[in-house]
């Protein structure tokens, strides 16, 4: 519907992936760019009722203090990507979109992520219910004031350290109880996670942290009749390793080891220095290998804090398998690419996917939506062909 208007809430608004986004629809909207990248634009999903560039308003919650353009002129500057002319082109819906961004928390996001807050209301001591108190009133505030007929929550902050969740998040009632807990445990991308679903506003994360990976949550999304999808962003390594894991148990070649080496400099990797932090994304980046090929291999997984890398991340590749008569051979593949620039179409795609299905009446996990993600929720398969072919068969589904 072309006078639609939908609005998008981004956790982590003036990081690289939601500015990057941001800048993609306000150059889309203009026609100052074309739609390489974006899956939802491929002919698979022609004719489909996806919302187009100019049905959408941006607004989030941020803990630095920056703006829309200030992150994409230090991503121009440091990164060398983007056109000067499509910055300039996009300022005024980048400057309009500012107005609003909210300060987040940082209650329960680990200390590595606390270190970065710069805006006072980031840094407040609240309790769990005040956070989520106060991120609804944000979230009610947008959707009136922008007069918006749909807004969709979706994280892409920092990781957060891991958390395995008790028993306190088990159920609705649980859960609500426990937000009334001063020393409460909760990860703040819960908290996010949980003000959304409970304004019946879909939600989507693109990270590994908890966000709404948890039965209280899922409970509260089908009450509420709200599409879920996450979790972890497959952009470059793990989506590698989802290609070409399933060549090598169709033609039978033994997998004897398989050795990751990343290295990026962005904000993210800052964070992910922490050993704490680190463990959420290696445990999504490496489970992937033993679950396609139906053995475990010996694998190894590194992540390295460069700075002079920028946004730019290298993933090195060495793997080690055996062939016929017991030959052993090796593979090695280098991946190179922006790391905003990487994730920023597939947030779109999935915004796009997940209203669409919202406005169908689906409610719960979007299954068909694995293969954008390294931890698939509802989804035991890692193979990208097996996953993709679940969202060309929901796509003829929908046409019928």
């Known amino acids: 519907m072309k006078n639609r208007r939908v609005g998008i809430w981004f956790i982590g608004a003036w990081g690289g992936v939601a500015s990057t986004a941001a800048l993609g629809l306000a150059a ?15 002919s698979l999903f022609d004719g489909l009722d996806l919302d187009a560039a100019e049905n959408f308003v ?28 499509v910055i300039e082109g996009c300022k005024e819906d980048l400057a309009a979109w500012n107005a609003n961004v909210r300060p987040g928390s940082v209650v329960g996001s680990g200390g590595t992520i606390g270190k970065l807050a710069e805006l006072p209301g980031a840094c407040k001591t609240e309790s769990p ?33 891991a958390c395995v969740p008790d028993a306190n998040f088990e159920s609705v009632a649980k859960f609500k109880a426990y937000l009334d807990n001063v020393a409460a445990v909760i990860p703040t991308s819960s908290l996010y996670a949980w003000a959304g679903i409970s304004l019946g506003f879909a939600y989507v994360n693109f990270t590994p942290s908890l966000g709404a990976s948890f039965p209280a949550a899922l409970e509260l999304a089908r009450e509420k009749g709200v599409c879920v999808a996450g979790k972890d962003g497959k952009t470059g390594e793990t989506l590698m390793k989802s290609v070409l894991a399933p060549m090598f148990a169709l033609r039978n070649l033994r997998i004897l080891s398989w050795v990751g080496h990343n290295i990026f400099g962005n904000r993210d990797g800052l964070v992910l220095d922490d050993p704490v932090n680190k463990e959420s994304k290696i445990k999504t980046k490496d489970q992937l290998i033993q679950q396609v090929v139906g053995y475990k291999p010996q694998t190894l997984v590194t992540i390295e804090y460069i700075e002079s890398m920028d946004d730019w991340k290298t993933a090195w590749n060495h793997i080690h398998y055996k062939g016929f008569l ?29 209203l669409f299905a919202q406005r169908r009446g689906e409610s719960g996990v979007l299954q068909h939506l694995a293969c954008f993600f390294k931890s698939p929720m509802g989804v035991e398969g890692h193979d990208f062909f097996r996953q993709f072919t679940l969202l060309e068969e929901y796509v003829k589904m929908v046409r019928k």
Do not use: Y
Not at 28 to 42: F, G, I, Y
Not at 62 to 85: P, Y
Not at 329 to 336: A, E, P, T, V
């Open 58 to 85: 941006v607004g989030g919650h941020e803990i630095r203090d920056s703006s829309f353009l200030q992150a994409i002129t230090e991503l121009h500057q440091r990164s060398n990507v983007f056109e000067a002319s």
């Open 326 to 354: 017991g030959t052993k051979m090796i593979l090695q593949f280098i991946w190179q690419g922006c790391d905003s620039l990487l994730a920023a179409p597939l947030v779109l795609d999935l915004v796009r996917l997940t």
């Open 129 to 161: 219910r005040e956070i989520v108190e106060r991120f609804t009133a944000d979230l009610a505030d947008f959707k009136k004031r922008e007069k918006l007929d749909e807004v969709i929550v979706v994280s892409v902050a920092s990781t957060e350290p």
């Open 28 to 42: 889309l909207k203009r026609n100052l760019t074309d739609s390489t990248a974006l899956v939802t634009a491929t």
